[in-house]
C-alpha cells in the first residue's frame, strides 16, 4: 500500500541497555540486510531473531539482534524488521542515520499507528486518535510553511535556488529550442562552477547546522590517553561517581564506557576509551582500536598526558592521530613535577589538570565552555537547518550534487547531469517548501525570447 | 441516419478522432466547415522538433495517422539535439501544406464508416445531461451517440490586424458564433485565448545570397515505426536563416501603439512561449537582433514562410519590417501577418478522458482544451476517439500515464492544472523524460495500441519480434565476457580505452564513457537493426539514470492507484486546508496521484484524504 519504507528509534534515546529501532515497509528486510552482517535476513523465516552485527561499509558499528517480521502478521501489517542495539546514544543515533542513508525515510510522529489504519489493522476508535494527531502535525507544519521558515534560511536558501534555477532554464531553453543561435548555449564549465560553488556553501551550511544539532543533542566526547594516565579519574570527576574501573594495573578500562553530565545546559556525552598502546593482547587489542575508531565520531576529543613524565611513544602515536582534529589537551597530575613537553606540536586547546584538588580539573570545565561557545550560544543567526526534515533534505540535495559531479566527470551530456542538478532544485525547495515545474517555466520564458 | 460518433472540425485533433473511431468499426460523421481545409497547416510548415515530435512517435506508436501522414509529405527531416543525451532528441519534419492535405483527404475518403460532411454546428442536444447528436447553422438535426468537439480557432474567431478586427476563422472562413455561447449556458467557462502568425513572402522575390542554408538532416528518416519508408519522401529542401536588425527594432518600436495587441484590440491571453516579434522587441530590448527563419511552405506554390515573426501590426508596417530584413529588401508579401482570437473551454471541466464532466458522452479535443500545436491536438484528438469508441464498446477508457507518454503528460496538465496562456508541450514538463524518448515509443505504447485494436496483428507481431530481438542482444551481451589477455588488450589499445585488469561483461564494458555498441563487434556477432542497436546502447549507457527515474515515477504510480469517488463530499472531510477544498471541488481528481499535483494541495491534505477514504470504505 505503501511505497516507502518507515524507521524510527522506538526507545528513548539515552543510555538505557538497549535500544530498539524499528523499520517498516515493503523494502525493510533487503534494507537492514544490507546493513547487516550475519545470515543472509532476506532468506530466514519470519518472526525470527538473528545475531550479528550492523556495519557501515567494512565498518562495524554495533553488535544487534535483529527481529525479522514479514507481513501481514505485523503491527502495521507491512514488512517490519526491529534492530536491537546496545543502548548508547551514539551507536543508536549512528544505525538510524545509516538506514536512512539507505533509503528508509524517518518517520513522522505517530506514522507506524497511521500506517496500521491505513492497512486495515487497527480500529476506528483507535484510527481517531490518529487523526488527532495528524491533524496537530498539520497544523504545525502549516505555521512552519507560513511563518517558521521565513526569513534569513529562505532567503539563504532562495540565493541557492536561484542560481540552480538560471542554469537550469538555460539547460532547458537549449533543449526546448535547439536552433536558437543567440541563447548562450550552457557549457559544462558553467555547470562545473556553479556546482562547486553550491556545493562548498551546502557543505558549510550542513557543518553549521550539525553543530547547532550537536549543542541540541549533546557533545558527544571522548576522552583518550595511554594506559594510566588517569582518564578514568577525569571522567569520573566529571560525573562524580564511579562508573569506570579505575586501577593502577594497565589497560583494566577495557570498555567503553558512557555517561554525560549538563553543562550550562548543555549535554556533554563522555565516552571513556580503553588506553591506547601496543599490545599483543587480543582483548585489548580491539578495545585500542575501537577507541581509535570513535576519534572519528567525536565532537569534542580530549587527549590525557601526564604531565609527571616527558612524551612516551604511546602518547606521540596518539598525538599523531588527533593533531588535525583540534582536541583539547590535558595536561594531568599538575600537582606533581612537571617534566612533559609540547613544543614540536600547535595545538590550540591546553589546559593543566590534576584529580586530587576539589576544583582541580575545572580549567577543563572551562576550555571545553570556550571552545563550544556556550557563552554566546544565544546568538541571532538563524541561518542554520533547524530541525532533522530540513537537514535531511539538505543532504540529500548534497547527494544529488555528488551524483552530478560523477556525471560530470564521466562525461555526461549535459541534459543527463541536469537530471540529478534538478534533484538538488527540487530537495532544496523542499526545505522551504516550494514548488518547482511552474516556477522553472517562468524563468525559462521571462530570461530567453523564443517563439514564432 | 444515426451515427455513433459526431466528430465537430476537420483538423488535427478531428482526423485523429475520426479515423481512430472509424477503424474500431464505429460509424462517423466528419462535420466540418469546409472539406478544403481538411488537415489543413494555417500556421508554421512544420511537424515535429523537441517533445513534440515525440508526441508524433506516440501516436504512430497507438495506431493514429499523422506520423505517416508527415512522413509522406515531407520536404525535410531533420534529428534535433543529437549532441545532448537520448531523452531530448527529437525528430521534425518540414512538411508541404498541399501534399499534406491531400494525403491526408485520401486517407479519410478511403476511410470505412466515415462520412464528412460540410456544416457549422450550432448548438448540441443534450437529453438528461447526455449528448445525443448535433444542430446545425442550417437547423438540421444530426443524431448520435457521442459528440467530440475540435472546432481549433472558430469558436468566436476574429482576426486581428492593427486597429481592425473581423470575425472570421484562418483563411477568412466564416466562424462558429453560436457554439461557445451554447456551452457557455450548458455550465461551462469559456475562456478567450490569442495566437498569431507571420506573414508569408514570396520565393521568386527573395535574394537567399545573403541569407544562411539550413539543411536538414542527411539520412532518410521517417515519424512511422512501421516500414513505411517506401511511400515516404526523400525531400531535403533547405530552410533559410536570418536576422532581424536595428532598422527593423526602430520600425517596430516607432509604430507600437498600431499593432493590434499593444494598441489595446486584444482581449485573448497570449501564449509565453510563442510572443510576436513586438513583444520580442519591447521585452527583451537588450537584444540587438532576433534571428528567423525563411521556411518553404510546399512544392506546388510560392509562399515562404517567415518563422519569428508573427506580428498583428498593420498591411503598411509589416511592409517595412519585412522589407528591413536583409534579403527580403524588395520581397513581396503574399499573405500578411494577424493575431487570432477564439474561444476555448476551462479543462479542468473535462475527464483525464476527454469527456466533459459535466455532459456524458461530449468530449472535447484539440485547441478548445486550450493547447496549441498540430501535435498536442492531435494526440487529445486521438485519445478522444479511443476512449468514445471504448465507451461505446463499454471498455475500460485509456488513460496514459505521466511516466509512460507526453499525451498523458498533456492530458494530465490539462485537467489538473488548466491553462492561462495556449498551452505547448515542452520536455520540462515531463518530470521522467528520460523514460519518454523518441527512441522508444513503441515499446511504450505499441501494447495499448494493439488492445485497443488499432494495431493490427501482423504489426504487433513484428513489434514482438523487434522486442525480442533486443532481449536477445542485451542477454548476449550479459553473457559475453572478455578477459585480459594480450590480446583482447591489444584491441582495446585501438578503441583508445584503458587495458582491462580483470574479466569483465561487455555488458558492464559498454558502460565505458568512450565505448559505443557498434565498437563490440570485435567480439561479437552485431547483426541487428540499427533501432534494436541504439535501444540496447541506451538502456545500458543510462541504466543508472533510468533506474533513477523509474524509482521516482513508482512513487507516483503507488498513489495513482488509489481512486477518488467523483461524488466524494469536500467539505465532509474535516481539516482539509479551505484553499485545497476549493480545488478539490473544482477540478474533482480521479485519482490520489492527480490530487497530488494540484497546486495548492498539500501532502498533509492529501494524507487526511488517503485517510479519510479509507475510514469510509470501512
Redesign the interface.
Known sequence: MFNDTITAISTKLGNSAISIIRVSGKDSISLVNSIFRGKDLTKVDSHTINYGYIKDGKEDIDEVLVSIMKSPRTYTKEDIVEINCHGGVSPTLKIFELLQEKGARKAEPGEFTKRAFLNGRIDLTEAEAVMDMINSKTDRSRKEALSGIEGNLRKYITTFRNKLKYILANIEVNIDYPEYYDIEEITKEDIKKVIEELEIDLKELIKKSEERQIIKNGIKTVIIGRPNVGKSSILNTLLKEDKAIVTDIEGTTRDIVEGSIIFDGIELSLIDTAGIRETDNIVEKIGVEKSLSLIDDANLIIVVLNGNEKLTENDIYILDKVKDKNPIIVLNKNDLEQKIDLKDYKFKHIVSTNTKEINGIDSLKEEIKKMFKLNEIEEDDYTYLTNDRQLFYAKKALNNLNDAKTSFNNDEPIDIIEIDLKSVFENLGNITGENYSEELLDELFANFCVGK | MNYDVIVVGGGHAGIEACLSCARLNHKILLVTGNIENIADMP??PSIGG??KGIVVREIDALGGEMAKNTDKSSLQMKM??T???P??RALRAQADKVLYKEEMLKTLQNQDNLDIKEGLVKELIIEDKKVTGVILETEEQIKSKAVILTTGTYLKGAILVGSTKKEGGPHGEKASNYLSPFLEKLGFNIIRLKTG??PRIEKSSVDFSKMTI?NGSDEDLTFSYDNTTALASTHKIPCH?IYTNEKTHNIIKGHLNESSMYGGYVEGVG?????SIE??VV??SD?E???L?LEPESLSYDDMYL??F?TSMPYYVQEEMVHSLSGLENAKITKYAYAIEYDAIDSKQIKPTLETKLIENLYTAGQINGTSGYEEAAGQGLLAGINASLKLEGKEPLILKRNESYIGVLIDDLVTKGVKDPYRL????A?YR?LLRDDNADLRLREYGHNVGLISDEIYNKFLLKKEKIEELTNLLKETKITPKKEINEKLKKMNTSPLKDGVTLYEFLKR?EITLNNLEEFINLDYDDDIKKEVEINIK?EG?IK??MEEA??ML?LEDKNLPLDINYDAIP?I?SEAKEKLKEIRPLTLGQASRI?GV?P?DI??L??YL??KG?
Open positions: 500556421c508554421n523537441p517533445a534535433l539535439n549532441k545532448k543525451g531523452a531530448v502568425t507571420p539550413e536563416l501564449p509565453r512561449y510563442c510572443p513583444d520580442k521585452r527583451f537584444k537582433r532576433h534571428q527563419f518563422q519569428g508573427s515542452l520536455t520540462s514538463r518530470e528520460l564513457p543510462y539514470y533513477k527515474s513508482e512513487k503507488a481539516n486546508a497546486s498539500n498533509a494524507s487526511i488517503s485517510v479509507k475510514k470501512e
